[in-house]
């Protein structure tokens, strides 16, 4: 158990060293000292470490507990817990562990009634030195799946910024470059609300793949070029809003010292100037 803790601390080096810890809890065994034995004894209800956040969202947090409980007597029965995650604490000296959850830790006591009954020497404690919270291994896939996804939506939104750029060159795309703007456009008029502004998305987006089947476009020139410049103001908003989103993405990584998905750092690095 000793070895497994000492791999997975070292594995966790590089995070724990910016990871806010939990302080000193104080002796969490309140018993009374008759001047020979401590006795009816109980452990404090207290809330020792919160779950991490993002966004006012919890995520999934390991929680790296290092406790002392220097004690002689009873067997005791005295836990910390996260939710789900429940760990006794075991007498007779230091000991660490890792609780894995969504919620906060606890101290628990299944049986406070058994506690009150039992008797310990005197100077006995129960000390949570610190713990130490950071991603769980599940949240940092989570994290770096949605920095994948984050990676395409950025890419799309970057060439259609380019290509609506360009729309008075329209009729030189070839196939590849009219499906991304296709494509845009349909999702853009099946969001859209307003019926007006449905119809000027739809009459795009038939123009356009009109124009892909070399067919005449079913609407006049000067309103099909209107139409594709407000698609190249839109994709310049949405291209700054993807950008801004996987910007924070990077930084949730780099707060926590942990190696930024490249294929999101490879994509913000490659887009155009706005």
């Known amino acids: 158990m000793k070895h497994i803790w000492k791999i997975f601390v070292g594995a966790l080096a590089t995070v724990t060293s910016s990871s806010p810890a939990n302080a000193d809890s104080g002796n969490l065994l309140q018993c009374v000292d008759d001047g020979v034995v401590l006795q009816q004894c109980k452990l404090l209800d207290k809330t020792l470490a919160t779950v991490l956040a993002d966004a006012n969202v919890p995520f999934e947090t390991d929680y790296l507990v290092n406790y002392d409980f220097s004690c002689s007597g009873h067997p005791s029965n005295l836990h910390l817990r996260a939710g789900n995650s429940d760990q006794q604490l075991v007498q007779g000296g230091p ?31 129960l000390v949570v030195k610190d713990i130490t919270p950071l991603p769980s291994s599940n949240t940092i896939q989570i ?59 739809r009459a795009l987006y038939d123009s356009l793949v009109a124009m892909q089947e070399r ?60």
């Not at 476009?217 to 993807?242: C, H, M, N, W």
């Open 143 to 201: 994290w770096n799946t949605e920095a994948r996804g984050q990676a395409r939506i950025l890419d799309l939104a970057s060439q259609l910024y380019v290509l609506s750029k360009d729309f008075v060159n329209i009729a030189t795309f070839n196939l590849e470059q009219l499906d991304v703007v296709i494509d845009a456009t349909a999702k853009k008029r099946d969001a859209e609300t307003d019926p007006i502004k449905k119809r000027h998305w």
């Open 95 to 125: 000991g660490s562990f890792v609780l894995t959850s969504k919620s906060d830790v606890q101290t628990y006591d299944p049986d406070p009634a058994r506690t009150s009954h039992l008797t310990f020497r005197r100077g006995c404690a």
């Open 215 to 274: 067919q005449p476009i079913p609407v006049p020139k000067a309103e099909f070029e209107q139409y594709l410049s407000e698609l190249a103001g839109r994709a310049r908003t949405d291209l700054l809003t993807e950008r801004d989103k996987g910007v924070a993405i990077v930084q949730r990584f780099e707060k926590w010292q942990l190696v930024v998905e490249q294929t999101l750092r490879d994509v913000l690095a490659s887009l155009p100037a706005v």
